[in-house]
């Protein structure tokens, strides 16, 4: 099997957040017929997450098995493969476990393989597979960084915002309480903040994600809720207490998921750029498996969009620059 049959096999099933026990038994049955000692972990139900390994891991490549929705086919040309996780992460998987194979050939025998579930949705499989008992001492981490090595990334905030208001006939507004005034001017508030800014990281970003509430158009609302999401610069935590301060008694709050800023090993000697990005990945949650490293082919801009693709070129590349990362860091002195 050569690497773009092993892509389009791997996403062909699917294995959107929380659906992924098929992907992980494909991926595991694969690594163990390949020659490798592989091991799952339940995170729930049929979700596993699958650990592969030769010996005694000193490095390890992980990347995460899941997808958003919706599901998207598979689809090839000359140039590209084309459908969901084409790029973000199972070209990128591919690209990983085709460089293990070279290195496993070259007579290596400490290098393992990491693939977790729910990395899209709260990174459950990586907070449960960080309990998995290792030695090893780099975590080369695969997401689309369009080929460059990542120096940084962002962290990330989710909030959620709930304004409570008073039912009311809407030809009698001044009887009611909007909830969705409420949140209206709340959002209006966090939109126009001056969020911190860092020198290397870039701006904090502010999303509304959701936004939900009221019952008819004829009634004043007495419920809304909205879902926002900050890309963080600064500790999660600080960022929640401008957020708890900004809405004041307006509203409640509640603390979300989130993940810190987090800067990344640069592997000295790769002819590659270095770049920082601004989007999560599983590694704040995966600190029991040394110092992280960030590379992978494609990127993050056409990440779940319908359009999304990976070329063929770049994962190509990508297996010779995983397997020379590896090299580089089981060789301390070089690095």
Known sequence: MNIFQFTRELMETESTTWNEGAAGRWLGDYLADAGFEVTTQQVTDDRVNVYARLGDPVITFSSHIDTVPPFIGFTEDDEKIHGRGACDAKGVIAAQVFAAHKLKEEGLNNIGLLYVVGEEDGSDGAKVANSIPNNSRYLINGEPTESCQAIATKGALRVIIEARGKLAHSAYPELGESAIEKLI????????????????????????GTITGGRKPNVVADYAASEVMLRTITDPGELFEIVRSIVGQRAEITHGFSIPPVHTHTVKGLDIPTSVVRFGTDIPCLTNWGTPVLYGPGSILDAHTSHEFIRKRDLLDAVETYAKIARILLKPEEN
């Open 185 to 208: 001017d709340i959002l209006n508030d966090l939109r126009h903040y001056d969020w911190p800014v860092n020198a290397e990281l870039g701006p904090t970003t502010f999303n509304i």
